[in-house]
């Protein structure tokens, strides 16, 4: 919200709120050297997500446990040349080196929608976020995405890097992203440069189609990664970006909290590594939903590491499932908000949290 020409009193309320947010940041960083784990010792992976170069520094700061989201979009919008595969390279093992040991997670280009280079030609679409993106985009030009696979094998020579696949609807793209792969990593060894013989490769679950198809998913993917933003968008029908609908955007419907949980029991079943890489999990009561319904590793924006490993050091798992029961029970978003926050008032001072 911005306030234009604010009034003595909205300015002396403005300082206030910063006043207290300074003080709750102060707060937050006392846990920095403490565990992540849960009142009742459950251990949580708290890692990035990183969009640009210069948030590297603060996530390594605030104590992220590697990257579960590493963009690589700003490698290409708004340049006038694609990067090249040294670039690429460079680029990844900067970012390994500043998390090592933790292992980072690479997103492929997640091109398409409102990110297309300058170099690239892409004709105008009536509906771009329904349309050609992503791995979509990447499939139709190997000589776009080969050089950025060839760049993550090099990276990956010494450095535990895994990539990601966005936008997933069904097997295919991940079989043939697998061979692509195979194919740069066994061009790499017959060159004589030195490449990682294959890396992780996983999937981003954020359509609802790659929900559905997730027990066959995980016979072609080593893990999952879910995103919270599009899979609400897809989900609901509702574009995320529309102030009108911005009500009907949350993560709390039952729609989706039943997508979320379905993601954690295939992945249990089939022994299948999952995390979530969207911003839901940055708030403190979706917090408390993801942990009840049995994710154990997460991937926020570094600003909001410290707040969260804080707020999870303040609950227990036991809690956070019984909310998470009670939730997938519920016919409302409204109503999953309310349980979640019953079951963090006796925990947690909402109030001061801004909520």
Known sequence: TVIITPTRDELAAARLKVTKRQKLELTFEGVLSEPSVTLDGTAIRLQANVDLPEEIDLAVRHGAQGVGLLR??????????????????????????AFAPNPITIRTFDLGGDKFPAAFEAANEANPFLGWRSIRVCLDHEELFRPQLRALLRAARDRPIRAMIPL??????????RVLLNEEAASLAAEGIPAAASIPLGVMVETPAAVILADQLASVSDFFSVGTNDLTQYTLAVDRGNARLAPRFTPHDPAVVRQLARIVTVAHETDTPVSVCGEMASDPLTLVLLLGIGYRELSVSPPTLLMLKWILRSLPVAACEAAATEALSAVSAKAVAEILRQAVTPYLDLPQLGL
């Open 168 to 177: 997933v609807t069904n097997l295919e793209e991940v079989t043939r992203t």
């Open 72 to 97: 690589t979009e700003f490698l290409v919008t708004g340049k006038t040349h694609l990067p090249t595969e040294d670039e690429q390279t460079d680029y990844f093992r900067r970012v390994a080196s």
